[in-house]
């Protein structure tokens, strides 16, 4: 064999390092540019009024989001109050107990092909479950389309950060005498405490910014809502429709709306995150 | 005393026993989701496909007003739109990877990882307004007319440069699974043991060599994964592509030119459509979308599976 001459092989590594520090830049640039014009854009929109006015027709001034604002935050802690108490007791199951290997596979398998499922499919599902029932557009499933995006994130995680605690701590608290429950809720979850908190706070902030799933189950509204049985405003809805509307002051709202959203989510992502490294460092 | 420690006893095992019916339904309840999910759009699609038959998958017009509905230029949007993101996404996300993992000392690897997974926290309205209102401008001023220009004699590139359209769909769909594919071959390039990098370069391998020589076939089933998953994420994605893909059921050979995706026409359609076989047309595409996904996702956890298997056998 030959050698290759050292020079073009020295020549493309240089390229390639290049290329790579440019993808590397490229994905932070990105980043950078789409938060600095929700910035610029939005914080020119934000107002007092957002958070405590309602809506007002294209061209009237002033008006806000207040209710949409409200119903995001209704939508997503029902959805939570729904999904956190089945995704925690699933992800014990497939880490704690799990008897029967092949079952536990298959719903291990299930909740991955659920967490790539696009969320528009998860809304129709929720469409055909609760809204031809009752045959209107109502809040209940909004709710259900969200519950139903954050359970599989629930259960995964929860897998993932009860089998992070060490078998000794398991054996010790069964060695006591405790029952296999006990175990779990006093000791295994207090060692995970971190990990969980993080992981649910991380599938509400996945969810909390979901616009797919609720266009056609929770709809949205121009009013204050009295229950989750009727059309529920929401902000992402709001957001879609006020930005692709031609009205100048409906866009602008649009950008609000945005960057409160993103605001909202990227600060329970990186605090969740800051969180558990500092937990486990 | 003996009678109390009994009933305890009792009590203890009835509560073990709810519990562990507890856990044993929501993980069932994992599953049984996934599962009617699937039954359920297949069954609401029954009246379009009994209506339609297999001309519904290959026919481009989609006409409410006269209730003939054919899927084709959705499904074509939705595999030309992620084709193209994986064809921007993937080498982008190997090259961020290969920066994480072999370019850069581990706290700026860090803190660079961190940021472009950042990138997968952003809702994907959010993407969609950037998508509309920033890039399809950009776009039409400069890279539309620039690709016409030295490549408008291909028909993928001729036509106005309008903004909207597949082209800026694709990339901001590409933007949009770069996260998840850079974590994911950072993971499998950090999976690769050491010694066999190691190797490699003792023998004089410059980095990109040992990457490509060593690393990539090393960990090819892994990557291949990480593709499909990115895959997955793309051909779903629906409210960024809604804004800009201009949502026109057309079948184009022109990048520019605007289209659809099936996800992009549930959302614009769905909670307009009155008529049941207009419904029950939009459900057969969710179904169509469903059937994929789960296809996608049954590949690429068999790779990755295959992956960790083999690694951990190996080691």
């Keep these: ?281 | 005393m003996a009678r109390v420690s009994r009933r305890s006893r009792r009590l203890t095992h009835l509560g073990e026993k709810l519990f562990s019916a507890l856990s044993l339904g929501s993980a069932l309840l994992v599953p049984l989701v996934m599962l009617a999910m699937g039954f359920d759009l297949a069954w609401s699609s029954l009246p379009a496909l009994k209506q339609f038959g297999w001309q519904f998958f290959f026919t481009e017009d989609w006409n409410p007003v006269a209730q003939s509905f054919g899927a084709a230029s959705s499904i074509f949007g939705t595999l030309v739109s992620t084709l193209i993101a994986l064809l921007i996404a993937g080498p982008l996300g190997v090259a961020i990877a290969l920066f994480l993992v072999e370019l850069t000392p581990p706290g700026i690897s860090r803190v660079v990882g961190t940021l472009v997974e950042l990138l997968a926290a952003i809702p994907s309205i959010i993407y969609g307004m950037w998508g509309l209102f920033v890039l399809a401008p950009f776009m039409a001023t400069y890279i539309q007319p620039f690709l016409g220009r030295y490549l408008g004699f291909l028909p993928l590139f001729s036509g106005p440069p309008l903004g909207v359209g597949m082209l800026t769909a694709g990339i901001i769909l590409a933007l949009m699974v770069l996260p998840y594919i850079s974590a994911l071959v950072r993971d499998v390039f950090l999976l690769v043991p050491g010694v066999v990098k190691e190797s490699a370069y003792g023998l004089g391998s410059t980095t990109w060599e040992v990457t490509y020589r060593v690393t990539i076939p090393y960990g090819l089933v892994g990557l291949i994964g990480a593709m499909f998953l990115g895959l997955g994420r793309a051909l779903g994605e629906t409210m960024a592509v809604t804004f800009v893909i201009g949502n026109a059921h057309r079948l184009s050979l022109s990048l520019f030119a605007p289209g659809n995706t099936i996800a992009s026409t549930l959302a614009n359609e769905f909670s307009e459509a009155t008529e049941p076989l207009y419904i029950s047309s939009l459900v057969a595409l969710g179904l169509v979308l469903y059937l994929i996904t789960y296809l996608v996702q049954v590949v690429s956890q068999m790779m990755l599976r295959r992956l960790y298997r083999s690694w951990n056998v190996g080691l």
């Design chain 1, 1 to 281: 064999m030959r050698p290759r001459p050292v020079a073009p092989r020295k020549v493309i590594n240089i390229l390639v390092s290049i290329g790579a520090w440019a993808s590397a830049l490229l994905g932070i640039f990105v980043l950078f540019w789409i938060l600095a014009e929700l910035l610029i854009r939005g914080l020119g929109a934000l107002s007092w009024d957002i958070f405590f006015k309602l809506p007002t027709p294209p061209g009237v001034s002033g008006g806000g989001l207040a209710n949409a604002i409200l119903g995001t935050l209704i939508l997503t802690a029902t959805a939570t109050v729904l999904a956190v108490p089945l995704g925690l007791l699933a992800g014990i199951y497939l880490a704690e107990y799990a008897a029967n290997a092949k079952l536990a596979d298959y719903c291990r398998f299930s909740a991955n092909v659920l967490m790539g499922m696009p969320s528009i499919i998860v809304g129709v599902f929720a469409y055909t479950l609760v809204v031809v029932p009752l045959g209107k557009f109502c809040g209940y499933a909004g709710t259900l389309a969200l519950a139903i995006l954050m359970l599989p994130i629930v259960t995964r995680i929860t897998e993932d950060m009860l089998r992070l605690v060490p078998n000794t701590l398991r054996e010790a608290a069964l060695a006591l005498g405790l029952p296999r429950w006990r175990v779990t809720l006093a000791v295994i979850f207090r060692a995970a405490k971190a990990g969980l908190i993080t992981g649910i706070l991380l599938a509400v902030a996945r969810v909390s910014g979901e616009t797919a799933p609720l266009l056609f189950t929770a709809l949205n509204s121009p009013y204050w809502f009295s229950g989750l049985g009727e059309p529920f405003p929401n902000l992402p809805v709001t957001i879609f429709n006020y930005a692709m509307s031609p009205y100048a002051d409906w866009q602008e709202k649009a950008w609000a709306g945005a960057l409160l959203i993103t605001a909202g989510v990227l600060v329970i992502s990186i605090l969740s995150r800051t969180y558990l490294s500092g937990k486990n460092r």
